[in-house]
């Protein structure tokens, strides 16, 4: 039996007439007689004392009513159902992105929602709505009535639904009301329960160390107010942190901990969609920019500002062979551009990555123009012949096909004829393999 503690809770303090009306109307609504909801679980005569307040149903008779009238247990015990609760949902969408846009505007209609909500206080939907009236409520300048929601939540504990969100408002909150002992002993034991889930470096703790901080200055002790600033280490990678959420959402599954893990999973997954959110944009600039330098007459400038941008969205988001070849194509632009040397910086930063052989011979391949620009000569030849190196044994690639072609004729003005007619035949050897492997792909999706 899958029912989140709420739930439970609600379905043994709420309101017995309350409980008996909704399950009458539930019943009314699915076209159902009393003996027909009531068997062979429980007797008409049962169901009708419940349905008349007199008696309260044990959970699990009242699972099998919300099964039976095609709800929720969560519909059937708070009245939201079907259209209303869509309704719903999209007014606390609604109220949450005008809390991060415009936060005094929200508070109205979160109180709309709440008075929609009456009846059902515990709610994990009342729960939610909850929260973000408290953020409210201080984003509109009313500090008391915020601490004063917020500690209603906190009191449940951290295995309570929004604790930890909670908690780092509260602590923030303790601070900007000159409450500095309090909230030392709210983030402190926000953070223990952070550093127990191995999350050091997340939003969380990032939050709860800036508050704690301030706390320690209100109070004149700068030397903890810097301590409680090194405690979470520098920010992580965004695919990293996403999946250290992740881990400890599992780990608090495991320990039955069920509303810790679904804070952790619910960040896990935003870090995820940020993620993905800003990988997309970075492929849609990089994707802009290669074009402008592949155009007949390249448009270098705007090449270079949409390179750039790639560069800056793919870091610390995508993945390290993405961003090395983003920024290859990136230093190609600032070669163009007249800056050799920013451009051999920019190949740098990537010396170290494991890269593809085709990427790593498109980089010696710059490096060895920019060298032989510069009139490094010996130094040229070095990186043309890794670059070679790298290739031997790629086979079916159009675009290592396309790099023998470039080096045969690099090494034909070059004047090594041997290299020269090696990287010709293995390109055309290449080109036939990608042309036979296109064909078979063809052939096998037809």
């Known amino acids: 039996m899958d029912v989140s503690t709420e739930l439970a809770a609600l379905s043994r303090t709420i309101d017995a007439g309350v409980l008996g009306q909704r399950i009458k109307t539930a019943r009314i609504a699915a076209g159902l007689t009393q003996s027909e909801l009531a068997s062979p679980e429980a007797s008409a005569a049962y169901l009708s004392r419940i349905e008349s307040g007199d008696r309260r149903p044990e959970l699990k008779l009242l699972l099998v009513f919300a099964a039976k009238v095609g709800m929720t247990l969560e519909q059937l015990l708070t009245g939201v159902t079907g259209d209303r609760q869509a309704e719903l949902r999209t007014r606390i969408d609604r109220a949450a992105w005008a809390l991060e846009h415009d936060g005094p505007a929200a508070l109205a209609e979160l109180r709309d929602i709440t008075a929609a909500l009456d009846g059902s206080p515990e709610s994990d939907t009342s729960t939610e709505v909850a929260l973000l009236t408290a953020l409210a409520a201080r984003a509109a300048g009313d500090l008391d009535d915020a601490i004063i929601r917020l500690e209603d939540l906190v009191e449940a504990g951290p295995t309570a639904r929004h604790w930890l969100d909670a908690a780092v408002a509260l602590t923030s909150a303790y601070v900007a009301g000159g409450d500095a002992g309090r909230a030392v002993r709210l983030g402190e034991q926000a953070l223990a329960t952070l550093d127990a889930a191995g999350i050091a470096g997340g939003d969380h703790a990032l939050a709860l160390a800036t508050a704690l901080s301030a706390a320690h200055v209100a109070q004149g002790d700068t030397d903890r107010a810097l301590q409680a600033l090194g405690r979470v280490p520098s920010a992580a990678a965004a695919p990293d942190l996403a999946a250290a959420y992740h881990r400890a959402s599992s780990a608090e599954l495991e320990n039955a901990n069920v509303h810790l893990a679904r804070t952790f999973a619910a960040t896990a997954r935003r870090i995820g969609d940020d993620v993905a959110r800003r990988v997309r944009a970075a492929r849609h600039q990089a994707a802009r920019g290669e074009l402008l330098l592949a155009a007949d007459e390249p448009d270098v400038a705007n090449a270079r500002a949409a390179l750039e941008r790639a560069v ?55 490096l060895g123009q920019i060298q032989r620009r510069a009139r490094k000569a010996k130094a040229a030849h070095e990186s043309f012949a890794r670059a070679a190196d790298a290739l031997r044994g790629v086979a079916g690639d159009r675009s290592a096909a396309q790099l023998w072609f470039e080096l045969g004729s690099i090494f034909d003005e070059l004047g090594d004829a041997d290299a020269s007619r090696d990287a010709y035949r293995r390109a055309a050897a290449a080109t036939g393999l990608a042309a036979t492997g296109a064909a078979a792909h063809r052939r096998a999706t037809t």
Do not use: Y
Request: charged content about 20%; overall charge negative; glycine content about 8%.
């Open 312 to 366: 800056d969205m793919l870091s610390g988001h995508g993945s390290a062979a993405e961003l090395a070849a983003v920024r290859t194509a990136l230093a190609r632009a600032v070669f163009l551009d007249g800056e050799p040397d920013a451009a051999v910086a920019i190949l740098g930063a990537d010396a170290d990555a494991d890269l593809s052989p085709v990427l790593a011979a498109t980089r010696d391949l710059l």
